[in-house]
């Protein structure tokens, strides 16, 4: 008999505690950060300590490695074709210019690099990434091959690009969006229009996200995307640093609430198959 009570009693404790952890998943935990701050906060942060922590990120051993060896193949290089085919040349540039998601693309980033930006009918300029234009026009390859990349301060700035890069990729591994944050606050004020938006990974992300717009809009025509956003945004006032602290702060908090809706989802559904499949 003492058996069967103790029995009973681990099940009961068992459905109390699946029953505690549905209503946690439910409900959530406040949206906070893996570091327990919350997002706004964690921008907040960030930004009073970028410029020492960016400092210290540029003498990490392997963020010196992969600018030396990004410099001895800029400087050593014989064309811009054999330049853009270094690995090492590519993941630097790329991650430098906020492009790290297109490494391993060599082909296209070669073609895209090395075409006209004055011509209108040139690859760059019909890519929906407006990356690679901005790319091709810092550094210009097409008409000033190497010259424009093997200047010091060209060199310098993207080692200084690249560590921030870096410093800022942690920054998203301990508050997840903060990087797009930091980088739409740095790159808000160049999107004059609707489209720079769009054509920017980034500040679509930010953008759609902070006005709780679905991923879905990429599959409407152009036209209709265009006006999902400038419906519900000012563009004018990306020119304004306050308003753009905001906005990136709007970003980040609805990006929590997003990631915490799809961990409840999965978490539910996960206690539910536990639970024997019934939730109430």
Same mark, same amino acid.
């Given at each position: ?35 327990? *701050?919350?997002?706004? $906060? $964690? ?14 990120? =540029?003498? *990490? ?11 001895? $193949?800029?400087?050593? $290089?014989?064309? /811009? ?30 073609? =895209? ?7 209108? !009918? ?27 990349? &093997? ?9 200084? !690009? ?31 229009? /609707? ?14 996200? =902070? ?27 990306? *020119?304004?640093?306050?308003? /753009?602290?905001?906005?990136?702060? &709007? ?30």
């Amino acid at each position: 008999m003492s058996g069967s009570l103790g029995s009973l009693s681990s099940l009961l404790s068992t459905m109390s505690s699946t029953s505690d952890a549905l209503l946690n998943a439910i409900y959530g935990h406040g949206g906070t950060t893996p570091t327990g *701050q919350s997002a706004v $906060a $964690a921008l907040a942060s960030a930004q009073r300590n970028e410029t020492v922590e960016i400092t210290a990120t =540029a003498q *990490q051993p392997s963020v010196k490695r992969a600018v030396a060896a990004f410099t001895a $193949a800029v400087k050593g $290089a014989t064309s /811009v074709k054999q330049l853009l085919a270094n690995p090492s040349v590519m993941n630097v540039l790329l991650t430098a210019n906020g492009m790290s998601d297109q490494i391993g693309y060599t082909a296209l980033a070669t073609a =895209a690099l090395t075409s006209n930006v004055k011509d209108p !009918a040139s690859l760059v300029n019909k890519l929906t990434d407006t990356r690679w234009k901005t790319l091709a026009s810092t550094y210009n390859f097409a008409t000033s091959g190497l010259s424009g990349i &093997r200047q010091p301060k060209a060199i310098a700035a993207i080692a200084q !690009a690249y560590a921030q890069t870096v410093w800022e990729q942690k920054q998203d591994n301990q508050t997840p969006g903060l990087a797009n944050a930091l980088t739409f606050i740095a790159q808000a004020s160049s999107a004059k229009s /609707v489209d720079a938006i769009l054509g920017n990974p980034t500040l679509r992300t930010v953008v759609t996200t =902070a006005l709780g717009i679905p991923k879905q809009i990429a599959f409407q025509p152009l036209g209709a995307q265009e006006k999902s956003i400038s419906s519900r945004l000012d563009i004018t006032r990306l *020119q304004d640093p306050k308003f /753009v602290q905001s906005f990136a702060q &709007r970003y980040l908090i609805a990006n929590a609430q997003n990631q915490a809706s799809a961990s409840n989802t999965t978490d539910i559904a996960t206690l539910a198959v536990k639970a024997g499949g019934i939730v109430v």
